[in-house]
Protein backbone atom coordinates (compact mmCIF):
# COMPACT_ATOMS: atom_id res chain seq x y z
CA UNK A 1 0.00 0.00 0.00
CA UNK A 2 2.77 2.24 0.96
CA UNK A 3 4.10 2.28 -2.65
CA UNK A 4 1.10 2.60 -3.98
CA UNK A 5 1.94 6.04 -6.11
CA UNK A 6 4.80 4.17 -7.59
CA UNK A 7 3.64 0.76 -8.91
CA UNK A 8 3.04 1.35 -12.55
CA UNK A 9 6.88 3.31 -12.36
CA UNK A 10 8.15 0.48 -10.44
CA UNK A 11 6.61 -2.57 -12.91
CA UNK A 12 3.98 -4.81 -12.37
CA UNK A 13 5.48 -8.48 -11.57
CA UNK A 14 4.93 -11.53 -9.69
CA UNK A 15 1.85 -11.00 -8.33
CA UNK A 16 -1.79 -12.34 -8.17
CA UNK A 17 -5.21 -10.65 -7.21
CA UNK A 18 -8.72 -12.11 -6.15
CA UNK A 19 -11.44 -10.36 -6.95
CA UNK A 20 -15.29 -10.76 -7.31
CA UNK A 21 -17.99 -8.91 -9.51
CA UNK A 22 -20.73 -6.63 -7.78
CA UNK A 23 -23.21 -7.29 -9.88
CA UNK A 24 -23.12 -11.46 -8.86
CA UNK A 25 -22.42 -10.91 -5.48
CA UNK A 26 -25.45 -12.62 -4.18
CA UNK A 27 -25.51 -14.59 -6.97
CA UNK A 28 -25.41 -18.66 -6.35
CA UNK A 29 -23.53 -20.40 -8.63
CA UNK A 30 -22.87 -24.30 -9.69
CA UNK A 31 -20.64 -25.73 -12.69
CA UNK A 32 -22.75 -25.38 -14.94
CA UNK A 33 -22.86 -21.26 -14.81
CA UNK A 34 -18.56 -21.76 -14.38
CA UNK A 35 -18.97 -23.69 -17.79
CA UNK A 36 -21.28 -21.02 -19.15
CA UNK A 37 -18.91 -17.81 -18.40
CA UNK A 38 -15.97 -19.96 -19.48
CA UNK A 39 -17.85 -20.10 -22.63
CA UNK A 40 -18.61 -16.69 -22.99
CA UNK A 41 -15.39 -15.01 -22.46
CA UNK A 42 -13.87 -17.53 -24.91
CA UNK A 43 -16.12 -16.38 -27.60
CA UNK A 44 -16.57 -12.98 -26.74
CA UNK A 45 -15.00 -10.76 -24.03
CA UNK A 46 -11.65 -11.49 -24.64
CA UNK A 47 -11.82 -10.99 -28.28
CA UNK A 48 -14.64 -8.37 -29.08
CA UNK A 49 -15.07 -6.45 -26.05
CA UNK A 50 -11.01 -5.03 -25.96
CA UNK A 51 -12.14 -1.62 -27.16
CA UNK A 52 -13.97 -1.42 -24.54
CA UNK A 53 -11.50 -2.78 -22.14
CA UNK A 54 -8.76 -0.16 -23.49
CA UNK A 55 -10.96 2.74 -22.92
CA UNK A 56 -11.52 1.85 -18.77
CA UNK A 57 -7.73 1.91 -18.80
CA UNK A 58 -7.36 5.06 -20.66
CA UNK A 59 -9.87 6.66 -18.24
CA UNK A 60 -7.52 6.28 -15.49
CA UNK A 61 -4.92 8.69 -16.73
CA UNK A 62 -2.06 6.48 -16.86
CA UNK A 63 0.29 7.39 -20.23
CA UNK A 64 0.54 3.81 -21.33
CA UNK A 65 -0.37 1.67 -24.47
CA UNK A 66 -1.65 -1.93 -23.92
CA UNK A 67 -1.54 -4.57 -26.17
CA UNK A 68 -4.62 -6.69 -27.34
CA UNK A 69 -4.12 -9.70 -24.94
CA UNK A 70 -3.69 -13.07 -26.90
CA UNK A 71 -4.74 -16.14 -25.30
CA UNK A 72 -2.05 -19.04 -25.76
CA UNK A 73 -3.95 -21.74 -23.59
CA UNK A 74 -6.80 -22.40 -21.92
CA UNK A 75 -7.60 -25.44 -19.69
CA UNK A 76 -10.02 -26.50 -16.66
CA UNK A 77 -7.74 -27.47 -13.63
CA UNK A 78 -10.32 -29.09 -12.10
CA UNK A 79 -14.68 -29.26 -12.32
CA UNK A 80 -14.84 -25.49 -10.21
CA UNK A 81 -12.37 -23.51 -12.51
CA UNK A 82 -11.19 -22.55 -15.54
CA UNK A 83 -8.01 -20.57 -16.55
CA UNK A 84 -7.18 -18.20 -19.47
CA UNK A 85 -3.27 -17.67 -19.80
CA UNK A 86 -2.45 -14.29 -22.37
CA UNK A 87 0.27 -12.07 -23.20
CA UNK A 88 0.56 -8.74 -23.75
CA UNK A 89 2.79 -6.09 -24.73
CA UNK A 90 2.84 -2.93 -22.24
CA UNK A 91 4.79 0.56 -22.99
CA UNK A 92 4.35 2.88 -20.26
CA UNK A 93 6.12 6.26 -20.30
CA UNK A 94 8.66 6.30 -18.22
CA UNK A 95 9.94 2.74 -18.45
CA UNK A 96 10.73 -0.15 -21.09
CA UNK A 97 8.46 -1.80 -22.69
CA UNK A 98 7.89 -5.29 -21.48
CA UNK A 99 5.14 -8.26 -22.08
CA UNK A 100 2.98 -9.19 -19.12
CA UNK A 101 1.85 -13.18 -18.88
CA UNK A 102 -1.56 -13.34 -16.91
CA UNK A 103 -3.22 -15.86 -15.91
CA UNK A 104 -7.32 -15.69 -15.73
CA UNK A 105 -9.00 -17.58 -13.57
CA UNK A 106 -12.80 -18.23 -12.67
CA UNK A 107 -13.44 -20.30 -9.85
CA UNK A 108 -16.25 -21.30 -8.06
CA UNK A 109 -15.86 -21.17 -3.82
CA UNK A 110 -18.58 -21.78 -1.79
CA UNK A 111 -21.25 -21.66 -4.93
CA UNK A 112 -19.94 -18.20 -5.23
CA UNK A 113 -18.05 -16.95 -8.79
CA UNK A 114 -14.57 -15.23 -8.09
CA UNK A 115 -12.21 -14.30 -9.96
CA UNK A 116 -7.99 -15.15 -9.27
CA UNK A 117 -5.69 -13.33 -11.46
CA UNK A 118 -1.84 -13.92 -11.35
CA UNK A 119 0.68 -12.06 -13.46
CA UNK A 120 4.71 -12.28 -14.19
CA UNK A 121 6.46 -10.71 -16.55
CA UNK A 122 7.47 -12.99 -19.66
CA UNK A 123 10.79 -13.33 -20.66
CA UNK A 124 10.94 -16.58 -22.49
CA UNK A 125 8.67 -19.85 -23.10
CA UNK A 126 9.52 -20.72 -19.64
CA UNK A 127 7.69 -17.99 -18.35
CA UNK A 128 4.42 -19.76 -19.26
CA UNK A 129 5.21 -22.58 -17.11
CA UNK A 130 6.20 -20.74 -13.81
CA UNK A 131 2.81 -18.88 -14.12
CA UNK A 132 1.00 -21.79 -14.95
CA UNK A 133 2.32 -23.72 -11.78
CA UNK A 134 1.94 -20.75 -9.24
CA UNK A 135 -1.43 -20.01 -10.64
CA UNK A 136 -2.71 -23.95 -10.19
CA UNK A 137 -1.06 -23.46 -6.76
CA UNK A 138 -3.13 -20.44 -5.90
CA UNK A 139 -6.47 -22.00 -6.93
CA UNK A 140 -5.46 -25.63 -4.94
CA UNK A 141 -5.14 -23.43 -2.10
CA UNK A 142 -8.08 -20.94 -2.39
CA UNK A 143 -10.03 -24.51 -3.19
CA UNK A 144 -9.12 -25.94 -0.04
CA UNK A 145 -11.52 -23.80 2.11
CA UNK A 146 -14.44 -26.14 0.65
CA UNK A 147 -12.99 -29.00 1.74
Given at each position: FKNKDSIVSSGFDDFFKL???KQIKDYKANESILKETQKALAGNFLSKNWDVIKD???KTGIDAKIGVPVVVKSYNLNKKSFTYVM?????VKGTDPYTMAMAMNGVLLNDRLVWLAYYILYKDKSTIDILQEKSNKIIREFLKVES
Open positions: YGTEIDIANYE
